[in-house]
């Protein structure tokens, strides 16, 4: 079975950096686009980033614009999210997700998922 596996979350103050993993079990994956999701506590789970199958196009949400980037590694299997200066609303469960639709945000359209790593940014 096709596995999401991510990994790199925390704990780290306001200000801080974290980078986030997420390790495709299968190579099939080098040809979706990948994403990353956020849910916190009590909230829905809420679009973060995209990257495009070849890694040539992304697109984030405008409130981690300028602090957070997507990148990905085919070699690898894998997905990376590097989070500069860390505040505490990014306190959330962090989800990376694939997708054979390329440019859509929409978590509908995301068919496969990670379980989630834990975020928690103190103030």
């Known amino acids: 079975q096709v596995q999401l596996v991510e990994s790199g979350g925390g704990l780290v103050q306001a200000g801080g950096s974290l980078r986030l993993s997420c390790v495709a079990s299968?190579?099939?994956?080098?040809?979706?686009?990948r994403g990353w999701f956020r849910q916190a506590p009590g909230k829905e789970r809420e679009f973060v980033a995209l990257?495009?199958?070849?890694?040539?196009?992304?697109a984030y949400a405008d409130s981690v614009k300028g602090r957070f980037t997507i990148s990905r590694d085919n070699a690898r299997n894998t997905l990376y999210l590097q989070m500069n200066s860390l505040k505490p609303e990014d306190t959330a469960v962090y989800y990376c997700?694939?997708?054979?639709?390329?440019?859509?945000?929409?978590?509908?359209?995301?068919?496969?998922w990670g379980q989630g790593t834990q975020v928690t940014v103190s103030s």
């Open positions: 990257i495009s199958w070849s890694g040539g196009s992304t």
């Open positions: 299968a190579r099939t994956f080098s040809s979706y686009a």
């Open positions: 997700a694939a997708s054979r639709r390329s440019g859509t945000t929409r978590e509908s359209d995301f068919g496969s």
